[in-house]
């Protein structure tokens, strides 16, 4: 059964897609520290992709330290909250970063972004909850 609400984008390789899905998870607390994740070929399964992708998502998991994996045992969330706090900083970093630079590059201001934020960033909660209102819509219907 595919992952429901996850859609893979054409601009990002699908391996780091996956990294990102897993750490957001662990973000929200979806997912806790010390909790097992699936095994590769039902992850494979679970988002359509073939094993070598999940393979090469879980290398990179375990690269920068989100999760551990033992011999002959799955795969488990990293215990290390530090690291957790600083994977989420850099999660945030490089997007935050991206609208910074779109912002200067049209002369923007400071003040002005900051204002736009505040008022876009109130929209965008109410748009969230009009999608999950319409997802438990959907699952009630079936």
């Given at each position: ?65 989100l999760i551990c994996t033992e011999k002959n045992k799955q795969s488990t969330i990293t215990l290390d909250l530090d690291l957790i706090n600083r994977l989420k900083t850099e999660y945030l970093k ?49």
């Amino acid at each position: 059964m595919p992952i429901k609400g996850f859609v893979f984008n054409n601009n990002t390789p699908i391996y780091l897609q996956i990294s990102k899905y897993y750490q957001a998870k662990v973000f929200i607390g979806e997912i806790e520290p010390g909790d097992v994740i699936p095994s590769r070929r039902e992850l494979a399964g679970s988002f359509g992709v073939n094993l070598n992708t999940v393979q090469k998502a879980y290398a990179y998991m375990e690269e920068i330290g989100l999760i551990c994996t033992e011999k002959n045992k799955q795969s488990t969330i990293t215990l290390d909250l530090d690291l957790i706090n600083r994977l989420k900083t850099e999660y945030l970093k490089e997007p935050l970063m991206d609208f910074i630079y779109s912002m200067k590059s049209v002369n923007i201001d400071k003040k002005t972004v900051l204002k736009l934020v505040g008022e876009y960033y109130d929209l965008v909660e109410e748009d969230v909850k009009a999608d999950e209102e319409d997802d438990e819509y959907e699952d009630g219907d079936r």
